[in-house]
């Protein structure tokens, strides 16, 4: 029996939020509306992130452009309330100081529409590019006073509309590329609110238990020199894992790919990952970013001058529009997004996605005492009076665990639910639904008692709600359309539709046909997995609301 002890300190660390870089933002509008219902959004909601990263906030941004982003916000990062970072994908190269003020103020009259006028509220971060890029990925490592120079009129441009939005210093990747901090602390606090950098573990191996460490130390030193730089707070951008170089030029083809993704070993390498973010958190960074959320669509980099067709189709994307012959293709999502209508999620959603739902945004952390090294833990105290302590086992056998809560009003604290990922046992289903709680467990005496399975993520959690699903009214089937009236309890998160050869069937996973957010269900669509539909005979349909917290 292994002890553990969870005290809440006097002045504990506040957590920002864990949550996706969105690369699905640009791409709304290629979105076929039972992909975006049943897996992008759906998913999103359930997963409720505390934070999100994408690409966005260009100098010559359309208003065509720009809607669509806010069209996209309307139905994701307004429901969820997750803070938004706005990184360019490339910052562009001017010669004179002219123009550069110029482009800071095309920025900020682009950003100052979306708040303004379409209302994105949400949108908290900016950074004039992506790692660096400019011209070249990673070129201005060379030029660090030319990306000062950037942020100096973004900041002034800001101010002069008075757009509550920080700018974020220096986004750079890979590790190696971390004293850009060092410099940006020295040379850019007045103008930055907060820093930012990137982390790819490319020499990814399950059984490197010492990782942990490392990554813990890399990630507490940046916190340390932010908060020695006037207070400010370190956000992990973006976070990736794979067992190989993730980036493969072939003739005319770059394939950028996580090559844990859709092998046999990707549920590791999701536990390994969760390590790595708990390691994050418990370090102190202010919020950690996952790449990516979704796939993005095949392919999505183009030339203009041999596909002017297909560049057209994807106008709304043109800055991510290359001008070489190559065509990129990027499968680091937890979602797929492939040609043939696959839109399946991979094993790491049922891993990561436990902590997008249960280390939640603005939570106070909790510290640990427990002298066995192959136990990570990570304990989040939440505004709302509940609690999430998310333990990962590293031991080869299941482990009992003895948990002390050193905490207030436990006596009213209730039952504690448990939810588990095992990588040999992946709990999968086609329809993307987070899994729901293995276990209940009190708490006798202030102490918690479980066994943890060998190698596995499970989270202890009394941030749920007791609620029934509440079936939905007047479901009616015309031709090929589902329908029904929308359930307005607040607690309301998606919709699962059912199936069955009775009036009074009972629903369950196995007559279960899909999940959506929507109203409606088109039996014809592409993306409509008739695997489900097939297998289920009756004309009989439920439509059950499923809670945000369940």
């Not at 509008?29 to 260009?58: N, V, W």
């Not at 969820?80 to 910052?91: Q, S």
């Not at 046999?264 to 790595?276: H, I, K, N, Q, V």
Request: proline share 3%.
């Amino acid at each position: 029996m292994i002890e553990i002890t969870a005290i809440r300190p006097d002045y504990p660390i506040l957590f920002g939020g864990f949550g996706f870089h969105n690369s699905e933002a640009l791409f709304y509008r290629l979105i076929e509306k039972e992909h975006f219902d049943q897996k992008i959004c759906k998913c999103y909601r359930e997963l409720s992130p505390g934070f999100m990263r994408t690409f966005a906030g260009y100098p010559d941004w359309t208003r065509e452009s720009m809607d669509t982003f806010a069209d996209y916000y309307e139905r994701m990062q307004k429901v969820t309330d997750t803070p938004i970072y706005f990184a360019a994908a490339k910052g562009q190269l001017h010669f004179n100081d002219d123009e550069r003020r110029k482009y800071a103020e095309n920025v900020a009259e682009r950003l100052d529409y979306l708040v303004m006028t379409r209302g994105v509220k949400q949108l908290r971060y900016y950074c004039f590019s992506n790692e660096m890029s400019i011209m070249d990925w990673g070129g201005l490592l060379r030029d660090l006073p030319l990306f000062k120079k950037y942020h100096e009129y973004l900041y002034e441009a800001f101010q002069n509309r008075g757009l509550n939005i920080g700018l974020l210093a220096t986004d750079a990747s890979s590790v190696s590329n971390w004293n850009t901090l060092d410099w940006a602390a020295a040379n850019m606090k007045q103008i930055t609110e907060d820093f930012c950098l990137h982390a790819y573990i490319n020499d990814y191996r399950w059984d490197d238990l010492d990782k942990n460490n490392w990554f813990y130390n890399l990630c507490r030193d940046a916190v340390m020199k932010s908060i020695n730089c006037d207070g400010k707070r370190f956000i992990l951008g973006e976070l990736g894992v794979s067992n190989t170089a993730n980036l493969l030029r072939l003739p005319g083809v770059i394939r950028d790919v996580n090559m844990l993704s859709d092998s046999d070993e990707a549920p590791f390498g999701a536990l390994y990952t969760a390590e790595l973010i708990l390691a994050a958190i418990n370090a102190g960074c202010f919020a950690v970013v996952i790449w990516t959320f979704s796939d993005y669509p095949d392919p999505y980099v183009c030339h203009y001058a041999e596909h002017d067709e297909y560049a057209k189709k994807w106008g709304e994307c043109e800055h991510f529009i290359s001008h070489t012959q190559d065509v990129k293709y990027n499968k680091w999502g937890m979602i797929k997004w492939e040609d043939d209508g696959d839109y399946s999620v991979r094993p790491n959603y049922y891993c990561l996605g436990l902590i997008s739902r249960f280390c939640r945004r603005n939570s106070k952390l909790l510290e640990f005492d427990c002298d066995d090294p192959l136990l990570r833990i990570c304990g989040h105290l939440n505004r709302d009076g509940s609690l999430s302590i998310l333990i990962i086992n590293r031991h080869t056998e299941p482990t009992d665990i003895k948990l002390d809560l050193k905490l207030k009003h436990l006596d009213s604290m209730k039952p504690f639910h448990v939810y588990e990922f095992d990588p040999r046992d992946v709990p999968m289903n086609e329809f993307g639904d987070l899994q729901d709680a293995v276990d209940s467990v009190d708490v006798v005496d202030g102490c918690l008692r479980a066994e943890l399975k060998a190698e596995s993520l499970t989270v202890f959690s009394t941030d749920y709600e007791e609620r029934a699903d509440i079936p939905a009214a007047n479901v009616t089937r015309d031709g090929s359309l589902l329908r029904w009236d929308k359930v307005s309890d607040k607690s309301h998160c998606y919709y699962r539709v059912y199936r069955g050869e009775s009036e009074d069937f009972t629903p369950s996973r196995a007559n279960q046909i899909a999940s959506t957010i929507a109203e409606t269900l088109d039996f014809s669509a592409r993306y409509l997995d008739d695997t489900a539909i097939r297998r289920i005979g009756g004309d009989y349909y439920k439509v059950l609301s499923v809670g945000k917290k369940r």
